[in-house]
């Protein structure tokens, strides 16, 4: 009888542990080859929210599904407001979901996580000093874009969403241009949060190894010493130290050139990446990258882990981490030489233990060609050759401020979603500045992302030039700590600059010109009159045949150096104030 009693009670406490779980059971463990709908994954934290006062769910803005981008707040003592929070010290760690709904994985970690750490009081009691913002699916569009074929190449789950949005953008490459209003949301949201810690949970593709999980860490070459010193030296070793301690073992993204024993390279994050952009803010970012090939209950478990873990580090290293980071601000305010448009630094390299398979080749059954392939019966561990460190090919000298004209709205608007302070000309004035004049850039031949986009930037910059800005022009003085993000945008030769994006390119074709027959008479005269401009054509054609066979090239040359010639084509029209004069600024 006491065996019947005792098994009944035994039953009976774990059917109440089941049954109180079971209501908030997530699709994915219910049945592991599943991965949330939008409306599951929305439901299940609004559930837990009207459960407990610590969680907070919220619409924080538009996508263009015409659905609401959410955000979930897990916040201990019900302080929802990021301001009083880091009044008191508290950190706060970011967690961005389904950017390629493809890659659902973090949509189901996250939501165990957050009931996890709100029913567990072990789990709780390591978020006295964190705050959680989760943002349950980002690409929403590509949610309800649901399907079970787009992802050849992985391992479940059963069903999934499509990587394009409802524009069919990928979003990881949206966060400057911002053309979706997911990313201007999520803009305004990371701003309102300004994190501490940044995880874009993604599964990769590319070549095969034993790890389930790969990590694309925040390039350090390109971080505020001081911060990248943090990362590398103490946040980095434990990551991959308690990862492996639950059986999670990682090592840095597989960026390989033909296959991973020839040795792997650090991803460069530019800012169009979720993780580039984070950096712009001095905020630590990470892309947790799962392996395809992998079962996706693993996937889910691993980034459920690296979740859990990264919270107890911030945890554990809070006090180091919140002085660096402050450091890395004060640093960033002042910082006179901001270099970009990095490059793989091929001198420096170093050794880390690899677990791969051996790769090799053999005749593919479709094209009769050489395929490779790995075998997964040949297992190895090796050291292979990791090149992880960066190098800038230019570096821009901060002016005392940018000045913009406020026809460029689209511009203004962006610098706003991001925090930045912008003054106005209080009067119209004609300024003393240092311009830009675009000499040459190569434009992409095929649309990339919406966009023809500009790179190999060459500019000459014209020291001050008297130009007449207006009552309402912007001002943004760089004295903020959102210096590197104005710099990388503003400078136009910035690989991910507002130019480069072709936000300028209105510039770039002239407005007015002449008419061959007209002219003929004005450019005589101008070379009766002006003998060096006579000098310097006869130069010319000596040295160009094919210019000195062509009147019109001679009449546009002629043209372009007399005061007919527009003043502002190809002059990019932001200017760098340098000088110490007080400008009129509205108050």
């Given at each position: ?241 308690e990862m492996a301690n639950r059986k999670w073992e990682m090592t840095p993204y597989v960026f390989s050139r033909e296959k991973p024993d020839d040795g792997i390279a650090a991803f460069m994050d530019s800012p169009r990446y979720s993780s580039g952009y984070a950096a712009l803010f001095n905020c630590i970012s990470f892309m947790p990258e799962t392996h395809m090939f992998k079962p996706f209950e693993d996937r889910v478990k691993s980034t459920y882990a690296f979740l859990d873990i990264m919270i107890g580090t911030m945890q554990d290293q809070r006090a180091v981490l919140q002085v660096a980071r402050k450091e890395a601000i004060a640093n960033t305010k002042s910082k006179i030489y901001f270099p970009f448009n ?246």
């Amino acid at each position: 009888m006491r065996v019947v009693s005792l098994l009944f009670c035994t039953f009976f406490l774990f059917g109440n542990l089941f049954a109180q779980k079971s209501k908030f059971m997530t699709p994915f463990e219910k049945t592991p080859n599943t991965t949330s709908t939008y409306q599951e994954a929305i439901r299940f934290y609004e559930k837990l929210a009207k459960e407990y006062d610590q969680l907070q769910v919220n619409e924080v803005g538009m996508t263009d599904s015409g659905h609401p981008l959410h955000e979930v707040v897990l916040s201990t003592d019900g302080d929802f407001d990021p301001v009083s929070l880091k009044e008191k010290g508290r950190m706060i760690l970011f967690i961005n979901n389904a950017i390629h709904p493809g890659e659902p994985c973090g949509v189901d970690a996250s939501m165990m996580l957050i009931r996890d750490y709100l029913e567990m009081k072990n789990k709780g009691s390591q978020l006295q000093h964190i705050v959680i913002v989760v943002i349950p699916i980002y690409n929403i569009g590509g949610a309800l874009n649901r399907n079970s074929v787009t992802r050849a190449n992985q391992n479940g789950p059963l069903s999934y969403g499509f990587r394009g949005n409802a524009k069919n953008l990928d979003l990881n490459r949206d966060f400057i241009k911002c053309d979706s209003r997911n990313a201007q949301t999520f803009n305004q949201l990371f701003t309102k949060w300004n994190p501490d810690v940044f995880v874009d949970n993604h599964t990769s593709n590319g070549a095969d190894y034993q790890y389930t999980m790969t990590l694309i860490a925040t390039q350090h070459s390109k971080m505020d010493p001081t911060l990248a010193g943090y990362m590398n030296d103490k946040m980095l070793p434990k990551l991959y130290k308690e990862m492996a301690n639950r059986k999670w073992e990682m090592t840095p993204y597989v960026f390989s050139r033909e296959k991973p024993d020839d040795g792997i390279a650090a991803f460069m994050d530019s800012p169009r990446y979720s993780s580039g952009y984070a950096a712009l803010f001095n905020c630590i970012s990470f892309m947790p990258e799962t392996h395809m090939f992998k079962p996706f209950e693993d996937r889910v478990k691993s980034t459920y882990a690296f979740l859990d873990i990264m919270i107890g580090t911030m945890q554990d290293q809070r006090a180091v981490l919140q002085v660096a980071r402050k450091e890395a601000i004060a640093n960033t305010k002042s910082k006179i030489y901001f270099p970009f448009n990095w490059e793989l630094d091929q001198t420096q390299s170093e050794k880390i233990s690899f677990k791969g398979y051996e790769a090799g080749y053999k005749k593919s059954e479709v094209t009769g060609k050489d395929r490779l392939f790995y075998d997964r019966n040949k297992p190895f561990t090796k050291d292979i050759p990791y090149l992880r460190h960066y190098k800038s090919k230019i570096t821009a000298t901060r002016p005392m401020a940018y000045i913009i004209p406020q026809g460029y709205h689209e511009v203004i608007d962006r610098l706003k979603w991001n925090g930045v302070k912008l003054e106005r000309l209080s009067e119209d004035i004609n300024m003393q500045v240092d311009l830009y004049r675009i000499q040459d850039f190569k434009t992409s031949e095929t649309a990339y992302e919406g966009h023809y986009l500009h790179r190999n930037i060459e500019v000459d910059t014209l020291k001050q030039i008297e130009w007449p800005f207006y009552e309402g022009d912007y001002v943004v003085f760089t004295n903020q700590s959102t210096n590197r993000y104005i710099v990388e945008t503003l400078e136009p030769q910035a690989s991910d600059s507002y130019f480069a994006w072709n936000f300028f390119d209105g510039i770039l074709m002239q407005k007015e010109y002449f008419s061959s027959y007209v002219f003929e008479d004005l450019a005589a005269e101008y070379l009766k009159t002006n003998p060096d401009l006579k000098a310097k054509l006869e130069t010319k054609k000596m040295a160009d045949p094919k210019f000195a066979d062509n009147a019109r090239a001679q009449l546009d040359f002629i043209y372009r150096n007399t005061d007919h010639y527009e003043r502002t084509h190809r002059v990019y029209p932001v200017a760098r104030f340098v000088y110490d004069f007080r400008l009129p600024i509205e108050k």
